[in-house]
DNA sequence: CCCATCACG
DNA sequence: ACGTACGTGATGGGC
């Protein structure tokens, strides 16, 4: 049940959470060190024992859910201190690490079979082609081994090398592909290496997972507190980077299902960063886009290129709306679009001019995060740059990050507000629901099939209201027998 | 233990 | 003159 704590910790401190009083626990935890924000102690002392006498309020009933508290708290008020680190640490965070707990428990279940036979499938497609690139390139290696791959193909065989790593050629996907025209083995390895990624990643692993499990479900781990913008992620196994692009990658979501009498949910929010850019902002175009229900890609064409060339046009806004939330450089761009620099540094620059205050919103946030050493978030999460300290070329990285952190993070918060209550909805209620998994804007539940719809359209509602924002909150919501049906 | 690669949002 | 699109985790090779 406790997947990631540190278990020596966790010992401790729920021993001490049983045995002390809260005036000695949180001097004992300061004097083992175990809070590591000693500096911001002093005007934050009684916030500390606060939170501490309430974090120690669950640990009788789950172990587990004190370490998280902990781990928040200690993240809170080093990122802020004070009341407002605090507030969300209460309002946010420590009923998150409840909900996240609820999920942990549930796990997902899967279809073992369904992973058997594709393993025999795949592992056979991986015998044939193995046999078929030694043969055509005339000797035996390492095909996992991209040293190996490297000397095969630019030296052996005398293709002409691009890109170099610090140690060896590339041979990643994006140069195989621009050689597949060269050599009858490209396409192979190309292959190749997709059904090796899904059975030593996916396919194996899964399946191990799902055998451990009496009803055939697998658990992952969500961590609350590591990454730098406020986002979730999952490991042990991740279940955030299940495939999803490609028609062989769908078979893995296939595998995650429904048990009988039940259905999963998927609901999603719609260009959530896009939104929270016309939000933040302010931009009329943007704005009115979203208000209107248009395809926002299609109006930031229309704004870029006129309506004549809109249509053919409409990927370029795509990748460039994208691209923005990145703090895309001219380079990217032109790689990613096949264009030159000069091309892509024209489209950056009438981006910009043809929404000046999505312009003078990033330079805000540059500004800020120069001046303060931090940018924040919708619910007013930090993020701390050294700019001070930093090359330029640091800068320019902190630079996008800051802008990015806005995005990502405020997503984020509004993805967990909305998970609160929507499990506080499921407990208080006592509905025949189960909320599965957070996969960055998306949500996964388990649900009995006759209520299905019923639930999937609150939850929706819940979703779309739970902040109001200059525009339009939008999700798309699925229920099938399985993951593979939920897009 | 780091690197290269590749899966996701 | 030159180089940077953001955030994650798992795997296998190789030192």
Not at 60 to 79: C, K, S, W
Not at 236 to 243: A, D, E, F, R
Not at 313 to 336: C, E, H, P, W
Not at 384 to 408: G, H, I
Request: aromatic share 8%; net charge negative; proline share 2%.
């Amino acid at each position: 049940m406790v997947r990631y704590a540190d278990t020596m910790v966790l010992a401790w401190l729920t021993d001490s959470a049983r045995s002390l009083s809260m005036d000695n626990l949180s001097q004992s935890l300061l004097n083992h060190e175990m809070i590591h924000f000693k500096d911001t102690v002093k005007k934050g002392e009684n916030f500390a024992s606060v939170a501490i006498e309430d974090a120690c309020k669950y640990a009788g009933e789950d172990a587990y859910i004190t370490f998280q508290l902990y781990d928040v708290l200690r993240e809170q008020l080093l990122l802020k201190g004070g009341q407002e680190a605090l507030d969300e640490a209460f309002n946010v965070e420590f009923p998150f690490a409840i909900t996240l707990l609820g999920m942990e428990k549930e796990g997902i279940a899967v279809d073992t079979a369904v992973l058997e036979l594709f393993k025999k499938e795949v592992a056979l497609e991986i015998a044939t082609l193995t046999e078929q690139i030694h043969s055509t390139c005339g000797t035996v290696f390492n095909l996992n081994s991209p040293k190996q791959l490297g000397v095969i193909l630019f030296e052996t065989l005398g293709l002409a090398h691009g890109k170099k790593t610090k140690t060896g050629y590339s041979t990643d996907e994006q140069v195989l592909d621009g050689l597949k025209d060269e050599h009858a083995v490209i396409p192979m390895l190309l292959q190749y290496r997709e059904y090796h990624k899904l059975y030593s990643t996916y396919i194996e692993p899964l399946i191990a997972l799902s055998q451990n499990d009496p009803a055939s479900r697998i658990y992952t781990s969500f961590i609350q507190t590591g990454t730098a913008t406020g986002r979730l992620s999952s490991k042990n196994p991740n279940l955030q980077n299940i495939p999803v692009k490609t028609a062989l990658g769908m078979r893995i979501r296939e595998a995650f299902v429904a048990p009988k009498g039940k259905k999963l949910i998927g609901i999603d929010y719609s260009q959530i960063e896009l939104r929270l850019l016309a939000h933040f902002s302010e931009d009329s175009v943007l704005v009115n886009a979203f208000n209107e229900g248009h395809d926002i890609h299609m109006q930031t064409a229309i704004a870029l290129f006129g309506e004549a060339e809109a249509a053919q046009k409409r990927n370029i806004a795509k990748t460039v709306n994208f691209g923005l939330l990145y703090g895309m450089g001219q380079k990217k761009l032109s790689d990613t679009l096949g264009i030159t620099t000069k091309e892509a540094k024209e489209i950056i620059e009438r981006y910009f001019e043809t929404f000046p205050s999505v312009k003078g919103y990033f330079s805000g946030i540059v500004v800020h995060a120069k001046e303060m050493g931090y940018v924040e978030t919708l619910l007013h999460r930090r993020r701390y740059f050294d700019f001070a300290s930093a090359t330029p070329m640091l800068k320019a990285a902190y630079e996008r990050e800051s802008v990015n952190t806005v995005f990502q993070g405020s997503a984020s918060d509004l993805i967990k507000l909305s998970m609160n209550k929507i499990d506080t909805m499921i407990r208080t209620e006592g509905l025949r629901a189960r909320m599965l998994l957070q996969i960055h804007d998306e949500l996964i539940f388990e649900v009995d099939e006759d209520v299905a719809e019923v639930y999937a359209s609150r939850f929706v509602e819940v979703m779309e209201s739970i902040l109001e924002l200059r525009v339009p909150l939008k999700t798309s919501m699925h229920i099938g027998n399985h993951w593979g049906e939920l897009k």
